[in-house]
C-alpha cells in the first residue's frame, strides 16, 4: 500500500483516541506484508503511567491475531493538520523494533509533506534479543 493511504488511515485512527487528559490524539496504521492494516489509537488512564500510545496499540491489535511480518507503520496526530510529523516515542520505538527490525515508519501529512524512515534509524544501537 501507498505511503500516503497508509497514513491516511492513521490520521483516521486518532478520532477513536481516549484522551482527557493530553487532549493529543495519536493514530497508528501497521501494514502486515500480506496487505492488511492494523489501526491503533492513544488509549489514557488516570494513572498516567498505564496510557498506552497509539503505535503500540496496533502493534498488540496485530500480534494478538497471530500476525509476525510488518512492512510499513504509519503515526499521525493532531499535528499532522498542521503538516508537521508525529515521531513514536522511546518505548514505542523499542517495542516496533521487537517485532519489526526492519519496518518503515511513515509520518507527516497525507495532505502535505510525508518522512518515511527505517527503524534502525531511529533507533540505532538498539538492546535487543541476542544481546543476553
Ligand atoms: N503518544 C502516542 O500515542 N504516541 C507517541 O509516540 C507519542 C505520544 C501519546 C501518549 C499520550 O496519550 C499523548 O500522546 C501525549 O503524550
Same mark, same amino acid.
Given at each position: 500500500?501507498?505511503?500516503?493511504?497508509?497514513?491516511?488511515?492513521?490520521?483516521?485512527?486518532?478520532?477513536?483516541?481516549?484522551?482527557?487528559?493530553?487532549?493529543?490524539?495519536?493514530?497508528?496504521?501497521?501494514?502486515?506484508?500480506?496487505?492488511?492494516?492494523?489501526?491503533? =489509537?492513544?488509549?489514557?488512564?488516570?494513572?498516567?503511567?498505564?496510557?498506552? =500510545?497509539?503505535?503500540?496499540?496496533?502493534?498488540?491489535?496485530?500480534?494478538?491475531?497471530?500476525?509476525?511480518?510488518?512492512?510499513?507503520?504509519?503515526?499521525?496526530?493532531?499535528?499532522?493538520?498542521?503538516?508537521?510529523?508525529?515521531?513514536?516515542?522511546?518505548?514505542?520505538?523499542?517495542?516496533?523494533?521487537?517485532?519489526?527490525?526492519?519496518?518503515?515508519?511513515?509520518?507527516?501529512?497525507?495532505?502535505?509533506?510525508?518522512?518515511?524512515?527505517?527503524?534502525?534509524?531511529?533507533?540505532?544501537?538498539?538492546?535487543?534479543?541476542?544481546?543476553?
Amino acid at each position: 500500500m501507498d505511503s500516503r493511504e497508509l497514513l491516511k488511515i492513521a490520521e483516521e485512527a486518532r478520532f477513536n483516541a481516549y484522551v482527557p487528559y493530553s487532549k493529543f490524539r495519536v493514530g497508528a496504521a501497521l501494514l502486515t506484508s500480506d496487505g492488511k492494516v492494523y489501526t491503533g =489509537c492513544n488509549i489514557e488512564s488516570a494513572s498516567f503511567g498505564a496510557t498506552n =500510545c497509539a503505535e503500540r496499540t496496533a502493534i498488540f491489535k496485530a500480534i494478538s491475531e497471530g500476525e509476525k511480518k510488518f512492512v510499513k507503520l504509519a503515526v499521525a496526530s493532531d499535528n499532522s493538520d498542521k503538516n508537521q510529523p508525529t515521531w513514536p516515542c522511546g518505548i514505542c520505538r523499542q517495542v516496533i523494533v521487537e517485532f519489526a527490525d526492519d519496518i518503515q515508519i511513515i509520518t507527516g501529512s497525507s495532505k502535505g509533506d510525508i518522512i518515511e524512515i527505517n527503524i534502525k534509524d531511529l533507533l540505532p544501537h538498539y538492546f535487543a534479543k541476542g544481546d543476553f
